[in-house]
């Protein structure tokens, strides 16, 4: 253990801290490698993702800044948990040092709420340009966006140093074990052995503005979304609004049901460490996979745009072998 001392009070912390992970779970290491798989295919689904945006003319508006800021979230999100599980638990070093544990909570908790809040924007999107469409483009503009995003980093920024500098204020006199995958917050603080009342707050200031909040604005969003598709009296302009509506409620509801679900079961119930790690786990990493593949395969002008990009590369191919045969000639 270490000490660090204030004028008034010795807070005693841990050189390091011991992740406990699944326990007495036969072949878990398989569940591990399945878990590197998906990372892998997010790694790579994310990437194609971004990689069309930027380069299909097309896609360089508004809405689609913030599609590409979900895919750079669902990425690093991602790459903040798995390699680390991979290489806590396949390669067994379950010990983690102080500081790296609070750079791991620090960063694992900011790209959750940069998925959340993100989701958020693109419900904001679909209100306006259902509800408001002869002012969607005066109102969803490329700097409206990229300032609603700045804020949102600030903020998350901003919040999160704050809640992970609060756990130096914590005492931790006993175990240092964390039965997680990860730096859990909510673990952590349970270990003190002083007040951790500011902690207790934090944490469930989290779980409200960042996860409640967003959840509970989208779906006002889509009420007003519903109000206003009910007031179009031709079936074909209704059944097209609700296409374009379709991908992002795919995205909330892989997004957001798991959590829930789970902490449903938490407050009800004794839930199960080991369920609790397989729920919040592949809450974590599945929604990032899948959010480019929806993203792909239920927008059409993403599926417009991938196909420009394929005849373009055809005839570009096409356009230097015959200059290479022209060479050669």
């Known amino acids: ?43 790579l689904g994310n990437s194609f993702l971004m990689s069309t945006i930027y380069l299909a003319r097309r896609l360089h508006t508004a809405k689609y800044i913030v599609v590409f800021h979900l895919a750079f979230s ?6 903040t948990v798995v390699p680390k599980i991979i290489d806590t638990f396949l390669f067994e070093h379950q010990d983690i040092l102080y500081e790296a544990c609070l750079a791991n909570m620090f960063f694992v908790y900011f790209f959750m709420s940069m998925q959340s809040l993100t989701l958020l924007i693109l419900a904001y999107d679909r209100l306006v340009a259902i509800c408001f469409p002869l002012r ?8 409206s966006m990229f300032l609603i995003i700045g804020a949102m980093w600030i903020f998350s920024l901003t919040y ?18 964390i039965d997680s995958y990860f730096c859990d917050h909510g673990l952590i603080y349970k270990l003190a052995c002083n007040d951790i009342s500011i902690n207790l707050l934090m944490g469930k ?37 609700m296409k374009t509506c379709t991908s992002h409620l795919m995205l909330v509801a892989i997004g957001y049901f798991p959590l829930i679900s789970n902490q449903i079961a938490a407050l009800t119930t004794s839930i199960d460490p080991n369920t609790r790690i397989f729920n919040n786990s592949l809450r974590q990493v599945i929604p990032s996979m899948l959010n480019p593949i929806i993203y792909t395969l239920k927008t059409e002008e993403v599926m417009e745009s991938m196909k420009d990009l394929y005849k373009r590369r055809k005839i570009n191919t096409a356009i230097e072998r015959k200059m290479k045969c022209e060479r050669g000639n």
């Open 1 to 43: 253990m270490q000490s660090n001392s204030s004028a008034n009070t010795t807070f005693v912390r841990p050189a390091t801290f011991f992740l406990n992970g699944l326990s007495n779970v036969p072949h878990v290491k398989y569940y591990y490698m399945f878990l590197s798989l998906v990372h892998v295919a997010t790694v």
């Open 74 to 79: 669902d990425l690093c999100g991602s790459s």
């Open 136 to 143: 969607y483009h005066a109102i969803v503009t490329k700097p």
């Open 160 to 177: 999160f140093s704050v809640l992970v500098g609060l756990v130096n204020r914590i005492s931790f006199c006993g175990s240092n074990v």
């Open 205 to 241: 200031m989290t779980f409200g503005l960042l996860m409640c909040t967003p959840l509970i604005l989208i779906f006002l969003s889509y009420f007003f979304i519903a109000l206003a598709l009910l007031k179009i009296a031709h079936g074909g302009a209704r059944i097209k609004a």
